[in-house]
């Protein structure tokens, strides 16, 4: 059973910054690359950014590029997304997700519960 727990979620201001944070087992970590995709209401679950599990190479949605920045903690088994300069556009849950290293919903194989985030303006 792979579990994925997103933590991390609030509200926030726009131009503020949050840190969400998805914990998994050190097996999962050790064979899948890892991602974070958002959904807000009323629209589908899109790519945000992803982090390679060999190298950390990452890459990152047009829309977030400058301003979030994916990591990984090999020794807690656990990947961050640091978002800054937040904007309303932003509000979604965050899903983590584990699977191959790409920007489809399809290259994923495993979820977590998402965290929710909104900005204020």
């Known amino acids: 059973q792979v579990q994925l727990v997103e933590s991390g979620g609030g509200m926030v201001q726009a131009g503020g910054s949050l840190r969400l944070s998805c914990v998994t087992s050190?097996?999962?970590?050790?064979?899948?690359?890892m991602g974070w995709f958002r959904q807000a209401p009323g629209k589908e679950r899109e790519f945000v950014a992803a982090?390679?599990?060999?190298?950390?190479?990452?890459k990152y949605a047009d829309y977030v590029k400058g301003r979030f920045t994916i990591s990984k903690d090999n020794t807690k088994s656990t990947v961050y997304l640091q978002m800054n300069s937040l904007t309303p556009e932003d509000t979604a849950a965050y899903y983590c997700?584990?699977?191959?290293?790409?920007?489809?919903?399809?290259?994923?194989?495993?979820w977590g519960q998402g965290t929710q985030v909104t900005v204020s303006s």
């Open positions: 982090i390679k599990r060999n190298d950390g190479s990452t």
């Open positions: 997700a584990a699977g191959a290293y790409g920007v489809g919903r399809n290259d994923y194989q495993y």
């Open positions: 050190r097996r999962t970590f050790s064979i899948y690359s």
